[in-house]
């Protein structure tokens, strides 16, 4: 229009050039052809003509000429410039100037000679045409206007048109019904009617609706009356509302519309004849009917599920039935069908997908394919969509299928053709399908068919650039399973086929894609419908009626019940049996072999659902108490354990849940893995293994599978191939081990914090005992490549990783046995040769070579230091070897080659057996025989060649240059007590390569030692340890004990297997081991005294435990005193004392701590058959000739002591030998002179004379030997039997046997000591002072060696070993010559102290170093001293200190040379803690003993100069600060006082000595 607009210059110019300008315009835009627009364009320029005169511009009777003019050009010219005059007319009358309106008037009346009158009165306004002249009166023509109208439009006819004129309805009816088949199109028909219309006058509505009408009734005709409406219809809401009528018609009750009218409804909604807006409004019922009807039909079904769920009284049953009847009646009066989806299913059928897909969203979720109808007519579409895409990827091989015949319709959505077209219509339709594909199980195969076919292309596929498309279409096919497969497979009634076709889909998904598919079936997809509400109640209510009638005896019925109903409804099923399990683990075995009639979709959902329990976050692990893991738990984990093994299910979901479980600091789950592990492996972790199993776990795979546990395990191959490759595929067998490893101590440092200690025990087994556990799996069954590869090395271990050592070594001592063999075996390949020497060559070298990065990678574990006492080598030796590597169990190959005979024999003679199976059996056990046996040899000959390598290192493995005792500490520290609680077998391994390493001659190793220290300080170990760490402790020192007993026994055999073994030498001389000297070697009868202490001490330690109270000592000790029983208590007060404290535990505790009960019940009837072979004191060791002898030096945790305070050291090295010889004097009256047994006393020292085993009599014997030859020891011999010295020890005993029962008496009774008490020992003291006297005078040395050793063991532990395991055990070797009397003192004690004083006098008694009985019997009596003695101390005073002020200066002077590291204001504190403790010592020690000592001037002198003749490097390390007893001495002034203030204390009765008491268990 704008380009129409006239340019001014036509205005100006007009007569010159702008009149032929505007013609020329005007003929050009009549000769356009354009559809209708050109008429605008000439509209446009008459109307620009003319304002320019309204406006004035151009004159009237110019524009008037060419308008004349212009009406040749067209016909309906006049008409065209009557539509602008009539445009005009409206602006002008608008206008306020007056002018421009009479300019249009003007114009107007110029024009009416060529512009017909009755033209311009239709279109032009009444006021107008009266202005003009056209009409009389404007008012007149508007009356006159309104009259027509009424009586055209509302004034009805006097007759009826049908009846009047049927003849026309007849006509068009033949017309529209006749044979289309022929040459008769839509255009011909229309033609005929249009003339039927004219002639008969018909209505044109009532033609269009009597079309359709017979369009309904010849639906098949669809081209055909599509097209005669398409071009009959001007109006499409004409049509519509036709339509709608028809509807209408069919909205009352009852009634049903027709099919025929919804198809043509669809087929013109198809052709977009109509909208579909404006047709939805006719329909019935309304959307908010619809939603109302979905909310009602959701509440009716929870309803339903309710009433499935809940106990229905009977009275409340006939009440529902009523109410039912009442529902039923109102059904009968059906309200009209719903017309939406009718259409919709119209739709459908003819595959307009476009305008159905519109329909469904307005109605909620799966409401209109709930109806089956519709549901099938989709599915029908999506057939025919897929079907190309189908034959080509989806059909199996053989298959033929239905064929399909493709939509006629042209505008059905277009058949895909590859995997990216699904995503266009078909996945869009499958949604909209829901769970109702049920409906239709072909199609869901199909879609089933096609998804696995895409997993397969999909993960074939790897190229970068279809990588998006591939993803996307995977998150579709997912977002199919989650809302179309597996809610569809709920509604489908059994269908196993269905259930294993779709696991062919879903077993190629990731496991953590299948879990969250089960988890929103399981949570959430039953929610959605109305028929899933009623599905999941029925499942439920079905699950119940089954499990309540599930026994072991109908397995079968009930399984292929349980297995009906889990092939649509798995989840919901084992939700319920898993809530049933988790209370009655009775289930658990039924329930197992129920479940084979299973699909394999079924197993890996049951995964999923035991896994969902577990993890459940509102149920709590630990039982109420907090003590214990809930049962649930536990029964889950049974379960889990028993289905993973017999059913192929997929491991790698669970296993991964334990994996995260323990990274997130959790360790309860382990219970799982721990069962599983047992069941699919066959591998058991108990502590309660008998001692044959034990000896069967040291064998061969084949004897442990036999022989090592409680259930024969068979059948676990294909199990345990499956949990193997579970834990490779998904690289977790490293993963879980080091995070076990590192848990163990976080279940007590991270998780332990709030947990009851005994549950923070039991957790810290249970992930041990799984470590040791799934370490045994991977070692048995994983190839040696595949453990090397995964397993790194030690150093990489423990530092990066943080894994403990010894769960290090476990991981990789299989590696180390693997790599050792294949070298071994490549070496003998490449050099051939089958002589038994050479073989052992190759095999050293093998172990050389595997093992030397080893001995480097270790030095990094530990400080620098610790490699000077012990060598990489022995260290790693110890770790890596085993006991398959030490010892071959004969007797338990032969134990079960014997069964299989026994077998073998069983079945020939059992006629029952049918032969084909006889043969087979047999066949079996010969095999099996078969292989033990050669398992037997291959062991044998490993075990030689072991032994033969330890033989060649054995002298290397430890130091010269280090000290005994610290060699022995760093050994048990980092050794022996980690690895003997690690599992039962590395418990008797230790003990094994102990004796071993005895067995050997290893140099520098004391074996008295090291037994030394294990049995003397266990005290502090059976408190550490954990329920299941205790078992393998006992089983240590049982095997322990068992070696020395066997010792013990017989002297053919100790002098067979000890004597001139370095292990019992007591000097180590520069020079090393002289083997033929028997000076140096501990004698036999010393042996037995020394095992008689080992017992003490024992006995003494559990005695401790057991008055402790503490839950953890009392449990521990008893597990540990059972597990020694066999070897321990031999000897019968020892026994009769702890059966004593075991009694009065069982009555403590019987109502307070059952467990506690239950062990100390079974211990103690255990301990009571054993009673038969118990001992008196002085068949276990010879009593009679008691020997005189020092104690060892420093004994920190000797006889009666719990350990030994820092606090006390200090106390501990002042006056240590001189008390022990004047306690000993006193205790034992007179001593004979030395015998033979005695004779063989040694002395053992270390390089720095750490920890030394001091014997006065062999360096006395060796003294004489320089001086005086065999005279004197012979002429010392000869002592005569009925000496005062004797007489005065039986009068002694006598008094100590008085003594010991009245002090028992008054220990039961709880109170103090009385005077008589006191008498009597005063007496007892006196008598043996004055025997001392008399031998003093005799003059016989004692050897001062003894306190210098003493001091020296105490120096060295102030100094150096502060370590835990150090300082529960640091006890050095124990004195060989024990006084029998001291020995015998103890046993009283420890006898008539079995109440709870005892515990506190142990704990006194742990700050005295005791090497004399006469300490003891102060410390436990606390009586006054005797009158007499006290002024013979008066008398011995001023001789004592001249001496001991010369020694003190010598002895301050070593301490400081040898403490020189330390920091300065520490020395200074000790050095002055040390000098007030000295003389405060010296003085209360001075004062319990009331003779002088018995070491000559002499016997110094000789020391002292034996001291100046030993190498410089000994003086260094060896000279500490000593004091020497100065025989016949007075004592000081200091110790008078101390003596008093000793006195006054003992005096102030109880309440001082619980106090004390107290303050020492404190202390300790």
């Avoid at 151009?58 to 065209?80: C, T, Y």
């Avoid at 009734?217 to 009528?245: A, V, W």
């Avoid at 203030?1541 to 619980?1554: L, T, V, W």
């Amino acid at each position: 229009m704008a380009t129409l607009i006239l340019p001014g210059e036509w205005i100006k110019n007009w007569e010159k050039s702008g009149k032929h300008e505007f013609v020329q315009l005007c003929k050009e835009l009549t000769q356009k052809t354009d559809h209708g627009s050109e008429i605008r364009d000439i509209q446009a320029a008459l109307y620009e003509l003319c304002w320019q005169v309204v406006q004035g511009n151009l004159k009237l009777d110019l524009v008037v000429s060419v308008l004349g003019d212009m009406m040749e050009l067209r016909d309906d010219m006049p008409s065209i410039l009557a539509d602008v005059f009539s445009t005009l007319d409206l602006e002008t009358a608008a206008l306020e100037e007056k002018v421009k309106r009479d300019h249009y008037t003007q114009l107007v009346g110029a024009c009416l000679f060529f512009v017909p009158d009755a033209i311009l009165k239709e279109r032009l306004d009444p006021e107008t045409l009266e202005s003009l002249g056209l009409i009389k009166q404007a008012h007149q023509f508007n009356q006159k206007i309104v009259k027509i109208k009424t009586k055209l439009f509302y004034k009805q006819q006097k007759f009826n048109l049908l009846r009047e004129e049927n003849e026309g309805y007849a006509k068009l009816i033949t017309e529209l019904g006749q044979d289309l088949s022929g040459s008769i199109t839509s255009h011909l028909v229309l033609e005929s009617i249009k003339s039927l219309i004219g002639c008969f006058n018909l209505d044109p509505n009532r033609v269009l609706d009597i079309i359709l009408e017979v369009y309904e009734s010849r639906s098949d005709q669809d081209e055909f009356f599509l097209s005669l409406i398409k071009s009959y219809m001007c109006e499409p809401l004409t049509l519509c509302h036709i339509l709608g009528f028809k509807f209408k018609f069919y909205q009352e009750p009852n009634e049903e519309t027709p099919k025929s009218l919804y198809h043509i409804a669809a087929a013109l909604l198809h052709h977009n004849l109509i909208e579909l807006e404006d047709l939805y409004v006719h329909l019935m019922p309304v959307d908010a009917a619809i939603v109302e009807e979905h909310k009602r039909d959701i509440s009716e079904a929870k309803q339903i599920a309710r009433k499935l769920v809940m106990v229905v009284l009977p009275s409340e049953k006939s009440e529902d039935k009523d109410k039912e009847k009442e529902k039923e009646e109102e059904k009968n009066d059906k309200p009209p069908d719903n017309q939406k989806l009718g259409l919709l299913e119209a739709l459908l059928r003819i595959g307009d997908w476009h305008h159905a897909q519109s329909i469904m969203d307005q109605m909620p979720s799966f409401y209109a394919t709930s109806h089956k109808a519709i549901a099938l007519a989709l599915c029908q579409l999506v057939h025919l969509t897929v079907e190309p895409l189908y034959r080509r990827a989806g059909l199996p091989k053989g298959a033929r299928g239905c064929v399909l015949h493709p939509l006629r319709n042209k505008r059905a959505p277009r058949p895909v053709e590859s995997f990216d077209d699904l995503r266009r219509d078909t996945f869009s339709m499958i949604c909209y399908l829901g769970p109702h594909l049920s409906h239709d199980a072909i199609l869901f195969a199909k879609i089933v068919r096609l998804g696995k076919a895409f997993m397969k292309e999909y993960q074939s596929d790897s190229r970068s650039d279809v990588k998006d498309k591939m993803e996307t279409l995977l998150s579709c096919f997912l977002s199919i399973a989650d809302q179309v497969l597996l809610p569809s497979l709920s509604l489908m009634e059994c269908n196993a086929c269905m259930s294993e076709e779709l696991w062919g889909l879903f077993k190629l998904f990731p496991y953590r894609h299948r879990y969250r598919l089960y988890g929103q079936w399981k949570n959430e997809t039953y929610t959605s419908h109305p028929l899933l509400v009623k599905v999941k109640a029925q499942t439920v209510e079905r699950a119940k009626y089954i499990m309540k009638r599930l026994t072991k005896e109908n397995v079968k019925q009930s399984g292929r019940q349980i297995g009906k109903l889990s092939h649509s409804n798995p989840t919901i099923l084992f939700d319920y049996m898993l809530s049933q399990i988790q209370w009655y683990d009775n289930l658990i075995v039924p329930v197992v072999d129920s479940l084979k009639y299973l699909t394999s979709l079924n197993y890996d959902v049951l995964a999923y659902c035991i896994i969902e329990a577990l993890a459940n976050p509102e149920k709590e692990k630990m039982k109420h108490d907090d003590t214990t893991i809930s049962s649930w738990l536990q029964s889950l984990a049974s379960l889990c354990g028993a289905v993973f093994r017999k059913y192929p299910i997929e491991l790698a979901g669970l296993l991964q849940y334990v994996t995260n479980q323990l990274k997130a600091g959790k360790s309860f789950d382990l219970l799982i893995l721990k069962e599983v592990v047992q069941k699919m492996a066959g591998i058991e972790i108990t502590d309660e293994m008998t001692s044959e199993q034990l000896e069967a776990m040291t064998g061969g795979e084949q004897l442990k599978a036999e022989g090592g546990y409680f259930g024969q395990i068979r059948n676990t191959k294909k199990s345990s191939q499956r949990l193997k490759d579970a834990l490779l595929d998904h690289e977790l067998a490293l993963p879980l081990c080091l995070l076990m490893a590192q848990q163990r101590n976080g279940v007590v440092f991270l998780e332990g914090g709030e947990k009851h200690l005994k549950l923070v025990g039991h957790l810290y087994d249970q992930c041990h005992d799984t470590l040791v556990q799934f370490g045994g799996f991977l070692a048995s069954n994983l190839s040696t490549e595949d453990y090397i590869k995964r397993v790194p090395s030690i150093d990489i271990l423990c530092n990066q990783f943080h894994t403990p050592h010894d769960a290090a070594f476990f991981l990789s001592r299989p590696m180390y046995a693997h790599q050792i063999l294949s070298k071994y075996d490549e070496l003998k390949k490449a050099e051939k040769g089958n002589r038994q020497q050479q073989k052992v060559h190759k095999y050293v070298a093998a172990c050389e070579l595997v093992m030397t990065p080893v001995h480097e990678a270790v030095v990094s574990l530990h400080p620098a230091r610790v490699w000077d006492d012990l060598r990489p080598q022995f260290y790693a030796t110890f770790w890596s070897l085993t006991m398959y590597d030490l010892a071959v169990p004969h007797s338990a190959y032969e134990r079960e080659v014997n069964k299989l005979k026994v077998q073998i024999k069983a079945i020939e003679e059992n006629p029952e057996i049918p032969m084909n199976k006889k043969k087979k059996e047999k066949e079996r056990c010969t095999a099996l025989q078969e292989k033990l046996q050669e398992e037997e040899k291959k062991q044998l000959e490993h075990v030689q060649r072991v032994l033969h390598r330890l033989k060649l290192e054995k002298d290397n493995w430890l130091l010269a240059k280090s000290t005994k005792n610290e060699t022995i500490t760093k050994f048990l520290q980092l050794c022996l007590f980690p690895r003997c609680i690690f599992s039962s077998i590395d418990a008797v391994y230790c003990a094994r390569f102990v004796e071993l390493v005895h067995q050997q001659k290893t140099p520098n190793f004391c074996t008295l030692l090291c037994y030394d220290r294990v049995f003397s300080a266990i005290i502090y170990t059976v408190a550490s340890c954990t329920e299941n760490e205790s078992h393998r402790y006992g089983r240590f020192l049982c095997c322990m004990l068992e070696t020395v007993t066997r010792w013990h026994s017989d002297r053919a055999i100790y002098e067979k297997e000890c004597v001139n073994y370095p292990g019992f030498l007591t000097i180590f001389r520069a020079t090393g081991f002289d083997g033929g000297n028997k000076a140096d070697q501990l004698d036999y009868e010393n042996f037995r005294h020394v095992v008689h202490k080992w017992h003490y001490m024992l006995t003494k330690a559990s005695v401790h435990c057991l008055e402790t109270g503490d839950y953890t000592h009392i449990r521990n000790i008893l597990i540990v005193l059972t597990k020694i029983l066999p070897c321990y208590p031999k000897v019968l007060n020892l026994g009769q004392a702890l059966e004593c404290r075991v009694h009065k535990i069982c009555l403590e505790e019987k109502d307070k701590r059952p467990d506690l009960y239950a062990l100390a019940m079974g211990y103690s009837g255990r301990l009571k058959g054993q009673k038969v072979h118990m001992v008196p004191e002085n068949e276990f060791h010879h009593k009679e000739q008691p020997a005189r002898s020092s104690t060892p030096a420093n004994q920190q945790n000797g006889p009666g002591s719990t350990g030994k305070p820092a606090t006390s050291t200090s106390k501990t090295e002042e006056g240590t030998s001189e008390d022990g010889d004047r306690g000993k004097d006193k205790s034992q009256g007179t001593t004979k002179p030395v015998n033979k047994a005695n004779s063989a006393a040694a002395k053992v020292t270390t390089s720095n004379g750490n920890g030394a085993l001091n014997s006065t009599k062999a360096v006395k014997e060796r003294d004489d030997k320089e001086k005086s030859g065999k005279e004197k020891k012979e002429k010392k011999e000869k002592t005569p039997g009925s000496t005062p010295e004797t007489k005065a020890e039986n009068r002694r005993e006598k008094q100590r046997d008085e003594r010991a029962g009245k002090e028992e008496r008054v220990a039961r009774e709880g109170k103090e000591k009385t005077p008589k008490a006191d008498r009597e020992k005063a007496k007892a003291e006196e008598k043996s002072s004055k025997d001392d006297k008399a031998k003093a005078g005799n003059g016989e040395p004692m050897e001062p060696s003894r306190e210098r050793d003493a001091i020296k063991e105490s120096k060295s532990k102030e100094k150096g070993d502060r370590s835990a395991v150090a300082g529960s055990l640091k006890s050095p070797v124990p004195r060989l010559e024990s006084a029998e009397s001291e020995r015998d003192h103890k046993r009283r004690k420890l006898d008539s102290h079995s109440s709870p004083s005892h515990s506190s006098s142990v704990k006194d008694n742990s700050n005295e170093p005791k090497e004399s009985t006469s300490k003891h019997h102060a410390n436990y009596n606390s009586v006054t001293r005797s009158k007499s003695r006290e002024r013979e101390t008066e008398k011995k005073e001023s001789d004592n200190t001249q001496g001991r002020s010369k020694e003190k200066k010598e002895e301050k002077d070593r301490k400081e040379r040898k403490r020189d590291y330390a920091v300065n204001e520490l020395e200074t504190s000790q050095e002055s803690k040390r000098r007030k403790d000295e003389n405060g010592m010296n003085s209360s020690k001075n004062s319990k003993s009331d003779s002088p000592s018995c070491d000559s001037p002499l016997s110094a002198e000789k020391e002292k100069i034996k001291r100046s003749k030993s190498s410089s490097k000994e003086k260094a390390d060896s000279v500490k600060p000593e004091r020497t007893s100065s025989g016949g001495k007075k004592e000081s002034r200091h110790d008078k006082e101390k003596s008093e203030k000793k006195e006054k204390r003992d005096s102030s009765g109880g309440k001082e000595e619980k106090k004390h008491h107290k303050s020492s268990d404190k202390h300790r």
